[in-house]
C-alpha cells in the first residue's frame, strides 16, 4: 500500500526529519531535493520491496500501474535501503562549547544538520549509481536501484569513449519518443565535464549569440528545447564522468518505509551522547522508457 507522505509531523512523533532531509543539501543533492518537493514529502510503503513500474498521470488520481515492457522485466519491485548517520555529542565537545559560549542544544542542533547533509547525499548518490540488491539473508542488505541501472534496460546509449555531440544528444531524444517517453518534467543531470561539453554544444557550435554583462564570461547552460519537450540542465556531483541521465521527475519519487512510533526518517538515542538518524528509502522510479541515458563517454 502507497500513500503519499502529507501530514507527516502530525502522523508520527516529533522530532521527524523528513522535510529537513529534502532541504539539508540542495545544492549537492539536486535530484532528491526537486523529487522530494515535487511530490509532497514523497511516498510511503509498508513492505521493503515494492512496485516500481507506477505512473502518475494525474495527481488526483491513483497511481497506475502501467503493462510491463518487455525491456522491463525483473524491475518490475524496488526496494527500500537503510540509511543512517551517527551524532556523537561528547562531554568534552559539550564543554568546549559553554565555554564559547554555545548550548548543548545549539551543538545538537548543528550535528543534527549535518548528519541530514551526509544522509541526502548518500540517498543522492544510491538514487543515481545504485544497483539493486534484495537481501536474502540477514547478512545482506537491500540496496535500491538507481537511475542509471534502470536506464540500460531502457533508452540507452554507450558512446564507446566518443565526445559528447549534439548528434548523440538529439538521437537520445529522437529514441525517448520512440520507446513513448512522457516527457512532462525532463530534467537532464550531468558531471561537471559534460555539462561543460553541453554549454559548448548549444552556445558554441550552433553559434548562439551570448550576451556579454559587466565583468561576467563564461556560458551556463540551464534550459534546453527540443522538438519533443523543454528540459533543464542540472550539474550533479554524483553523476559517474562518463554519463548523462534524462530524468522525467514527473514520474519518480522517494519511497520511505516507516518505522512504528518513529516515522521516516527519525533519531534513536543510544545514550546521553549517541544519536541515530535513521531512515529507509528507494527509489519509485516508474518504467525505464521514461527515462535515457547517455554512458562510457569521454571525460576529458
Not at 545514550?271 to 529507509?280: E, K, L, Q, V, W
Amino acid at each position: 500500500m502507497i500513500n503519499e507522505i502529507t501530514r507527516v509531523r502530525t502522523e508520527w512523533a516529533a522530532p521527524n526529519y523528513v522535510g529537513e532531509l529534502f532541504a539539508a543539501d540542495t545544492s549537492q543533492a539536486p535530484l532528491l531535493s526537486m523529487i522530494g518537493g515535487l511530490t509532497g514529502f514523497g511516498r510511503q510503503t509498508t513492505s521493503s520491496e515494492f512496485p516500481s513500474l507506477v505512473i502518475s498521470d494525474n495527481p488526483c488520481e491513483e497511481d497506475i500501474i502501467v503493462a510491463m515492457p518487455k525491456s522491463d522485466e525483473g524491475q518490475g519491485t524496488n526496494v527500500v535501503q537503510k540509511f543512517e548517520e551517527f551524532v556523537d555529542l561528547s562531554y568534552l565537545r559539550k564543554s568546549n562549547n559553554k565555554d564559547s559560549g554555545f548550548s548543548d542544544e545549539d551543538e545538537k542542533a548543528y550535528q543534527i544538520r549535518n548528519a541530514l547533509v551526509r544522509m541526502a547525499r548518500a540517498v543522492e548518490h544510491s538514487f543515481i549509481n545504485g544497483v539493486f540488491n534484495k537481501a536474502v539473508s540477514s547478512d545482506d542488505a537491500n540496496k535500491t536501484r538507481g537511475l542509471i541501472e534502470l536506464t540500460k534496460s531502457g533508452t540507452h546509449f554507450d558512446a564507446k569513449e566518443g565526445l559528447l555531440s549534439r548528434r548523440m544528444l538529439d538521437a537520445l531524444y529522437f529514441q525517448m519518443r520512440d520507446a513513448g517517453a512522457h516527457f512532462d518534467n525532463m530534467v537532464m543531470f550531468l558531471p561537471a565535464f559534460q555539462k561543460q561539453m553541453v554549454a559548448d554544444i548549444y552556445a558554441r557550435e550552433l553559434n548562439e549569440p551570448i550576451i556579454a554583462r559587466e565583468n561576467i564570461g563564461g556560458v551556463n547552460v540551464t534550459q534546453i528545447e527540443t522538438g519533443y519537450f523543454k528540459m533543464g540542465v542540472v550539474w550533479d556531483r554524483f553523476m559517474p564522468r562518463d554519463s548523462v541521465l534524462l530524468v522525467d521527475v514527473a514520474h519518480i519519487a522517494p519511497m520511505f518505509m516507516p518505522v512504528a512510533d518513529k516515522g521516516v526518517v527519525y533519531e534513536t538515542v543510544g545514550d546521553a551522547d549517541n544519536i541515530r538518524i535513521c531512515s529507509h528509502i528507494g527509489l519509485a522510479h516508474g518504467p525505464a522508457f521514461l527515462h535515457g541515458a547517455i554512458t562510457n563517454l569521454n571525460i576529458g
